[in-house]
């Protein structure tokens, strides 16, 4: 066997062996060559597979989105970390994240693909838990609200009650003693909802689990957990915490914001442009403020309006959006008495704004 031989038989045992799926598509939208763990995978043929176009074997929902980054190729711009679901013949679905380039000379798109529907199912079970203990602490809130403006009334008319008794009309010792026992216990449940309604109005109670955080070394431990992420997507950082190096605040909110706010950074980047994170910080009149800015899809921000922080609002047609990230992070410094601004432009990026509480 010739050395060229011996390679090509070594590049096909790859193709071949390879867990990933690997594909090579034309132009027309069917499949030129694929490997076993794409039928495997799949549960179709080969046959089945290479004699319908691929979008058949898309996810209905995701088609459309799918279309449009399949044309972004076909005008020579490679496809990075694209994610979307497959249907396999029984019926079940399945998560792939795709790397794809073009060969305009040869009208083919040469692609790798991970599966990534066990990630998939853990965040879809994290979102929901997120989301249904958001909605029961929600629902709490308002309960406890409603129960301490409810019982004021009906307490102060007791309370006045006992002022239109003459204990001197009374003769009976053990009556007497009852009522001032009721008037008491009566006075100490005042007390006690007046307390709790100032607990809850009084933010102070988020800062139980206050901190000096390290900006740098904070945001050092995100990154770290997202390495992977941000290497296949190619984002590049510029840091500078020259101006506030620590601030106070509670340590997993402040990671909390850091993630999500750089994951949607990456994962409503420019499709043929790799994402750019810029995060800073500073004294602004007085003001300690941390600022993430990126070079993404952006807003436009007289549509969205105040829906931005809402829960379960999405703004750009991606198939791992939830909704979920932007409420957190305003949730987070929400409770904590800061606030969060935002400038965007459609296509220009955006930046958020995060003044912490003095």
């Not at 034309?26 to 290479?50: A, C, H, M, Q, W």
């Amino acid at each position: 066997m010739s050395n060229s031989e011996e390679t090509l038989f070594k590049m096909d045992s790859f193709f071949e062996l390879s867990m990933d799926l690997l594909c090579i598509a034309g132009f027309d939208g069917f499949f030129k060559k694929i490997n076993p763990s794409v039928s495997r995978i799949l549960e179709y043929t080969d046959d089945e597979l290479y004699s319908r176009p691929i979008n058949e074997f898309v996810h209905p929902d995701d088609r459309h989105i799918t279309s449009m980054y399949r044309d972004k190729i076909y005008e020579n711009i490679p496809l990075l970390n694209f994610e979307n679901r497959y249907i396999t013949k029984s019926g079940s679905i399945v998560w792939f994240t795709w790397t794809s380039m073009p060969s305009i000379e040869d009208r083919l798109v040469y692609a790798i693909a991970k599966n990534i529907t066990h990630k998939k199912i853990a965040e879809e079970a994290r979102n929901k838990m997120v989301s249904s203990l958001t909605e029961v602490n929600n629902n709490f809130k308002q309960l406890t609200y409603t129960i301490s403006h409810d019982l004021r009334s009906p307490i102060n008319n007791l309370l006045t009650i006992f002022d239109f008794i003459d204990s001197t009309k009374i003769n009976d010792i053990k009556t007497l003693e009852s009522i001032e026992m009721l008037r008491l216990a009566s006075e100490n449940l005042k007390t006690t909802v007046d307390n709790y309604a100032e607990i809850l109005n009084n933010k102070e109670k988020y800062q139980t689990n206050l901190t000096v955080l390290n900006l740098k070394h904070t945001l050092h431990a995100v990154l770290t957990s997202i390495h992977t992420l941000i290497v296949d997507s190619n984002t590049k950082f510029e840091i500078n915490f020259s101006q506030l190096e620590s601030i106070t605040f509670n340590k997993v909110y402040l990671e909390s914001i850091f993630l999500n706010l750089i994951t949607n950074a990456i994962k409503y980047s420019k499709p043929n442009c790799s994402p750019i994170v810029k995060i800073s910080s500073r004294i602004h009149q007085g003001v300690s403020q941390l600022i993430i800015s990126d070079n993404g899809l952006g807003l436009n921000l007289s549509d969205v309006k105040d829906e931005i922080f809402t829960l379960h609002t999405k703004f750009h047609e991606h198939a791992d959006s939830s909704g979920i990230g932007l409420y957190l992070v305003y949730s987070h410094i929400n409770n904590m008495g800061g606030k969060i601004d935002i400038e965007s432009e459609p296509n220009k990026g955006t930046t958020f704004i995060i003044s912490f509480k003095k």
